[in-house]
């Protein structure tokens, strides 16, 4: 979910970053555009008050030729220091003085606007943009006004690289500033999304363990907005009721199992003490003490799997290679009394399990395969390690079972119709299961070449406290 947030915060913020950078931008240049044409007008304003009382009527005024000569000075000067053209040009574009010598007024359309404007009595105010990517000039013009005419148009030229220029440096400042913004947004991204999404997070793995088994998970309420504060709030509500309801299933399925053997106990003793008042193999009586038993194996086992879903696992650090042999000892005379090869390959792998529960379910496991493996075929465990867990694989030589079959294996009371008549309750490998999952633990199946099946049970090399 953050990989998704996360984008969509950080595009609205460079759009609104954009959207207030664009128009500083401009602002900043236009501003400085603004900056040097006020310049420029007042050092046109000040030639025009040179240029005010000169006129080429005057050639013998000694009075006029000295403030000619004065304004081609200051022009001179005003060039050679900042190397902007300058010139005062009568009505009909004729040079009054300038400079350079005989610079003119410009014949491009920025130069003749500005002219024509500044004939009609009007200073150039507003000239056309210049912006760092254009090499253009900044052309300014201002009017030479006697007793009310305009006589005579102050024209400047100027260059625009060092305006350009600081124009590019405020863009840069911008882009830094952006930049800069733009890391804090994003940190800050970061931050709300942590924010908001950590009770997501808790509530999904607390979700996870529950569904794993562990039904004591639950989501604190202490940090996230109020509504994911609620929705755990809520979430720890259904988990308690879950859990009663399992809880009340669980003592209902032990209860009955407990109560049910004394009643079956005593039915199958008078079933016993009945077969003595009947002929010796009497076929019916036979069949109703073989139902019995495995109706009190099947109340035992319901017994084993409440109690299997009820108890907790007692974690510690186990020799898995170690508690496999002993099963497999522990078996051996049964395999040995069946004609079955029960082989083991041992290594030397430790994991943090509940050894007594990982035992019942091994136990589980090896029964079902000497059950299924004809006289003269082989069984065989095998302990390694498998990255982050250990390992027990239990393969055996008997009939397998089909796609389909392999979907069903470890359903409770659930067996393959080709093995009706072979004993059990179908709880055996369920139990195996519930046992495993209590400790992190699972169970798999598989088919195992050239037939049979390839059980594996899968406990973790690490504490769970990490």
Do not use: C
């Amino acid at each position: 979910m953050r990989t998704r947030l996360l984008p969509l915060l950080i595009f609205l913020l460079a759009l609104v970053l954009m959207a207030l950078g664009f128009p500083l931008a401009i602002s900043v240049a236009s501003a400085q555009q603004q900056k040097v044409v006020v310049d420029r007008i007042d050092d046109t304003a000040r030639f025009a008050a040179l240029a005010q009382f000169v006129s080429a009527a005057d050639d013998k005024d000694t009075s006029s030729k000295e403030r000619l000569a004065t304004l081609e000075e200051e022009l001179a000067r005003y060039h050679e220091l900042y190397g902007i053209r300058a010139g005062v040009f009568f009505r009909n574009g004729v040079a009054m003085a300038s400079a350079p010598r005989g610079w003119g007024v410009p014949d491009d359309s920025k130069g003749g606007d500005a002219f024509q404007e500044a004939l009609a009595g009007r200073r150039s105010h507003d000239p056309p943009q210049v912006w760092p990517w254009q090499r253009g000039r900044l052309v300014v013009a201002s009017p030479v006004v006697r007793e009310g005419d305009v006589i005579a148009v102050v024209v400047t030229d100027s260059p625009t690289g060092h305006m350009r220029s600081a124009v590019l440096r405020g863009w840069l400042l911008i882009a830094a500033g952006e930049v800069a913004a733009m890391l804090l947004a994003v940190g800050a991204a970061f931050r709300l999304t942590s924010w908001v999404l950590r009770p997501v997070r808790v509530l999904d793995a607390a979700t996870h363990d529950i569904a794993t088994g562990r039904m004591k998970s639950r989501v604190a309420v202490a940090g996230g907005p109020p509504e994911l504060r609620r929705l755990a709030r809520s979430f720890n509500e259904m988990a308690d009721n879950v859990e009663d309801v399992l809880e009340q299933q669980r003592a209902f399925v032990a209860d009955a199992s407990h109560q049910l053997r004394n009643p079956l106990s005593a039915l199958l003793l008078r079933i016993e003490l009945l077969a003595l008042e009947l002929p010796e193999g009497n076929e019916e009586i036979a069949s109703v003490r073989a139902e019995g038993k495995r109706l009190a194996q099947v109340l035992d086992d319901l017994l084993g799997l409440a109690l299997a879903e009820h108890a907790e696992a007692d974690l510690r650090l186990t020799d898995i290679g170690a508690l496999a042999g002993e099963r497999v000892e522990a078996w051996r005379p049964l395999a040995e009394d069946k004609g079955v090869r029960l082989t083991e390959r041992r290594a030397a792998v430790t994991a943090w399990a509940d050894p007594v529960a990982l035992s019942s379910a091994l136990d589980a496991v090896i029964d079902n395969a000497l059950k299924f493996t004809p006289e003269g075929e082989e069984v065989t465990v095998a302990v390694a390690a498998d990255g982050d867990y250990s390992k027990i694989t239990v393969t055996d030589l008997g009939p397998g079972l089909t796609d389909d079959e392999l979907s069903r294996i470890g359903d409770r009371f659930w067996r393959s119709g080709r093995h009706q008549n072979v004993k059990g309750s179908g709880l055996g490998l369920s139990i195996s299961r519930t046992l495993l999952a209590a400790g992190d633990g699972t169970i798999t199946y598989a088919h195992h070449e050239p037939h049979g099946l390839r059980v594996t049970l899968r406990v973790p090399r690490t504490s769970p406290t990490g």
